[in-house]
């Protein structure tokens, strides 16, 4: 599977964007997906996951309320929508997908081991 981030860029406090995953493979449709970020001088970090049907979703607290999590199976694609944005939410975000061939008791996917494969990242900058 390869992942593909796009929609980063600059934007005022206060403001709305759209970030969105691009995966290739016939199987898209089964994996659990998630958004994470790294902030300058910090560890990665959870954002958001949503599972393979799109029925359930999770948040960071920090986002909760704030971001949305979709996705289009037909289109093999995830969507963060970010609004009511902070300073604090700049850093480059990441999309990851887990692999349903993996056995994972118990797996919440708010971990960076809960995921196999990773896109290289989009940067979002939140000017104040």
């Known amino acids: 599977v390869h992942v593909v981030e796009s929609g980063g860029r600059l934007v005022q406090a206060g403001g709305s964007l759209k970030l969105s995953c691009a995966a290739s493979?016939?199987?898209?449709?089964?994996?659990?997906m998630g958004w994470f970020r790294q902030a300058p001088g910090k560890e990665r970090e959870f954002v958001a996951t949503i599972t393979w049907s799109g029925g359930n979703a999770n948040y960071a607290d920090s986002v909760k309320g704030r971001f949305t999590i979709s996705r289009h199976n037909g289109e093999n694609t995830v969507h963060l929508q970010m609004n009511s944005l902070k300073s604090e939410d700049t850093a480059v975000y990441y999309c990851?997908?887990?692999?349903?061939?993996?056995?994972?008791?118990?797996?919440?996917?708010?971990?960076?081991?809960?995921?196999?494969?990773w896109g290289s990242g989009t940067q979002v900058t939140v000017s104040s």
């Open positions: 990851a997908a887990s692999d349903p061939m993996m056995y994972r008791s118990g797996a919440d996917y708010s971990g960076e081991d809960d995921y196999d494969y």
């Open positions: 493979g016939p199987t898209f449709s089964a994996y659990t």
